[in-house]
């Protein structure tokens, strides 16, 4: 079967690092996609792996482990906009490998305080 | 400006009554998708569309009907068959190639009184 979890919640301090990890079992594993989404607002493309290893993109970095089956998700000096909802989304393509779909967690709600 | 349009960002409806929630994009996607959004759960896939005139269905299409007739427009017809329409709807598309990233429309949020 296909599943993804995630932390639910997780609070963190202004200025400081956290790591939001994502766990994932996916018959097909063709990606791993991390998302933000700001309460009431869409989804904003963060960061995408394929292969092992680490990804970094300014303050935001994403690695990936796939015989683990574990990503995660780094944020540096955090601001007070980074309050929000982190998705992981697992790209799948299923038993024919004629699809590609993603698959989504339920998301990190995290809070940042001053 | 390039990107992905949903209209209205709120609707209201009664019980019973079929509504169609718009989505266009001027990315030159030839993919679009539309999932929808509940507290506590993940997106779920509703419906897909890979190419002009064709779509599948994703893992809750029951209640649900799409169309594709232009490549920038992919409407979602939310119909009285659903059986608990109150949801935030989210349009996606994709290159469907390489990456293939999906990037999402700004949402609408269905009430059903």
């Known amino acids: 079967g296909q599943n993804i979890d995630q932390p639910t919640e997780m609070t963190a301090t202004e200025g400081a690092i956290v790591q939001i990890n994502c766990t994932y079992q996916t018959s097909g594993f063709n990606g791993l996609f991390w998302y933000q989404q700001h309460a009431g607002e869409a989804p904003t493309f963060l960061s995408y792996?394929?292969?092992?290893g680490l990804e970094e993109k300014g303050r935001f970095s994403s690695f990936l482990s796939r015989s683990k089956g574990y990503s995660y998700l780094l944020l540096k000096e955090l601001q007070m906009k980074d309050s929000a909802s982190y998705l992981c989304a697992v790209r799948d393509h299923g038993v024919s490998g004629a699809t590609n779909k993603l698959i989504f967690g339920t998301g990190t709600l995290l809070a940042v305080q001053p | 400006d390039g990107g992905i349009t949903q209209s209205p960002k709120y609707l209201f409806r009664k019980e019973g009554q079929n509504v169609t929630l718009s989505c266009e994009q001027n990315?030159?996607?030839?993919?679009m998708y539309w999932y929808r959004q509940d507290p506590g759960q993940g997106l779920r896939l509703i419906y897909y569309?890979?190419?002009?005139?064709?779509?599948q269905k994703g893992d809750i299409a029951e209640g649900y009907s799409v169309s594709r007739e232009k490549k920038e427009s992919f409407p979602l017809t939310v119909t009285s068959a659903q059986k608990n329409p109150t949801a935030f709807y989210l349009c996606?598309?994709?290159?469907?190639?390489?990456?293939?990233?999906?990037?999402f429309g700004p949402g609408t949020r269905l009430t059903v009184l």
């Open positions: 792996n394929v292969l092992d």
């Open positions: 996606a598309s994709s290159t469907g190639q390489g990456q293939d990233t999906q990037y």
């Open positions: 569309s890979q190419i002009v005139n064709d779509f």
């Open positions: 990315l030159n996607h030839d993919a």
